[in-house]
């Protein structure tokens, strides 16, 4: 089944130790995005690729940076985590930007910030 | 602003106790509106788009509706298996590169 694949599931990290999260589609959408969700929280975009046109939320953080080394695969680096960092981190796909372009999402890595 | 209030925060219901979850929306043109399923520790699951007042999608026992200010989702004899917190997001005709805006979601606990 085409489906995201997100890796690890649970990471934790030490507070100021670089952490990479990992995902990968095998639906050959275009666009890749990273979301932060927080407890009872809405999931919060952080930047998304469309192709290899990368495109930053105003608010997201210096903190966080993303490659996006081929179609199938877009990687979160967070250099320096805070313990505000810890959240879950959810990678999602859409075959276009278009109206009505449906995303779908991985399973999520929740990183814990010790 | 584009925004996104979903209540209630949280509904119990009795197996078989039929309920709408409301999502409201403000935004500057409507390109789309997503239903979303979200158990706890996953990912959003993908349920419905909705694109103009007036339109109505159904699988098995959901049944989302939308008008020009709000969306429902509607529960008809639900199962404990649909426990859940249902995510409504929208996206916006003028945000260019065309995020979704979600909101905090509907946490659905359907009782045995």
């Known amino acids: 089944d085409a489906m995201v694949i997100q890796n690890p599931r649970y990471q934790v990290t030490q507070f100021g130790k670089p952490v990479t999260l990992s995902c990968s589609q095998t639906?050959?959408?275009?666009?890749m995005y990273w979301y932060q969700q927080k407890s009872s929280q809405a999931p919060k975009l952080l930047f998304h690729?469309?192709?290899?046109?990368?495109?930053n939320e105003a608010d997201t953080p210096d903190n966080f940076q993303s490659r996006r080394p081929n179609t199938s695969f877009c990687f979160l680096d967070i250099r320096s985590p805070g313990l505000g960092d810890a959240a879950m981190y959810l990678c999602?796909?859409?075959?276009?930007?278009?109206?009505?372009?449906?995303?779908?999402f991985g399973p999520g890595t929740r990183l814990t910030v010790t | 602003e584009d925004q996104v209030t979903q209540s209630p925060e949280a509904l119990r219901l009795q197996e078989g106790e039929s309920s709408s979850l409301n999502c409201s929306y403000t935004?500057?043109?409507?390109?789309?509106l997503f239903w979303y399923r979200q158990d706890p520790g996953k990912g959003p699951e993908f349920l419905f788009t909705l694109y103009s007042a007036g339109e109505e999608k159904e699988k098995e026992r959901l049944k989302a509706t939308l008008t020009k200010k709000e969306s429902f989702l509607h529960i008809t004899a639900p199962k404990p298996e649909d426990s859940a917190t249902y995510l409504c997001?929208?996206?916006?005709?003028?945000?260019?590169?065309?995020?979704?805006?979600f909101g905090k979601g509907t946490r659905l606990s359907v009782i045995a």
């Open positions: 935004v500057s043109g409507l390109r789309g």
């Open positions: 999602a796909t859409s075959r276009d930007r278009g109206p009505g372009s449906e995303q779908y």
């Open positions: 690729y469309y192709d290899k046109d990368f495109n």
């Open positions: 997001a929208v996206q916006a005709s003028n945000s260019g590169n065309t995020p979704l805006v």
């Open positions: 639906l050959n959408h275009n666009v």
